[in-house]
T-cell receptor, first 115, second 119 residues
Framework: QQQVKQSPQSLIVQKGGIPIINCAYE??????FPWYQQFPGKGPALLIA?????SEKKEGRFTISFNKSAKQFSLHIMDSQPGDSATYFC??????????????FGQGTRLTINP | GAVVSQHPSWVICKSGTSVKIECRSL??????MFWYRQFPKQSLMLMAT?????????EQGVEKDKFLINHASLTLSTLTVTSAHPEDSSFYIC???????????????FGPGTRLTVL
């Protein structure tokens, strides 16, 4: 119940296309869903995050869509560029005020944007 | 804001020696930091949660005597890999939780990682 399942494992998109990465979770207590971008040899960088009180959040070219009833959320990258080529991780946690909640990570998606 | 640094960025050591990795939150105080391990082309595996002023909480299967964690201040946590062996070679990444109010909740920001190679 603590798992977050991410798909696809890898994705190749032409420049300007809209890659979509999907994640699904089981634990209905999760209420914080971030996406991280990781380049080779670097630590993950927080891209965008959403809480279940909204169904969509957009920051720049990155959009999260959230479906609470289906327990799914996805990342869309608009006007993708070769520089977006990286590994993307979704995650989930319980956003409690007290105590630090652990992030449960998806398996990762290796995204390649071809020029 | 919310910058986390790690030192060293890479280290090579001989089998049997100990290695210390530092994780610092540069522009905020972090009562909680996390240590992860990542193998090539795999996801992040949480090793332990480090709380300032108290003992770390280790995940199941992580040897607490081998991976010593100290969170002595609100901006520094250290991970010491004791008696390192080649199988300990990995990418170690820390993260720090932003205090409530600064970013609204449970945001974690990651350090750049430390590549450990044990010969």
């Amino acid at each position: 119940q603590q798992q977050v399942k991410q798909s696809p494992q890898s994705l190749i998109v032409q420049k300007g296309g809209i890659p979509i990465i999907n994640c699904a979770y089981e634990n209905t207590a999760f209420d914080y869903f971030p996406w991280y971008q990781q380049f080779p040899g670097k630590g993950p960088a927080l891209l965008i995050a959403i809480r279940p009180d909204v169904s969509e959040k957009k920051e720049g070219r990155f959009t999260i869509s959230f479906n609470k009833s289906a327990k799914q959320f996805s990342l869309h990258i608009m006007d993708s560029q070769p520089g977006d080529s990286a590994t993307y991780f979704c995650a989930a946690s319980r956003d409690q005020i007290q105590g630090a909640q652990k992030l449960v990570f998806g398996q990762g998606t290796r995204l390649t944007i071809n020029p | 804001g919310a910058v986390v640094s790690q030192h060293p960025s890479w280290v090579i050591c001989k089998s049997g020696t100990s290695v210390k990795i530092e994780c610092r939150s540069l522009d905020f105080q972090a009562t909680t930091m996390f240590w992860y391990r990542q193998f090539p082309k795999q996801s992040l595996m949480l090793m332990a949660t480090s709380n300032e002023g108290s003992k770390a909480t280790y995940e199941q299967g992580v040897e607490k005597d081998k991976f010593l964690i100290n969170h002595a201040s609100l901006t520094l946590s250290t991970l010491t890999v004791t008696s390192a062996h080649p199988e300990d070679s990995s990418f170690y990444i820390c993260s720090a939780r932003v205090p409530l109010g600064l970013a609204g909740g449970n945001e974690q920001f990651f350090g750049p990682g430390t590549r450990l190679t044990v010969l």
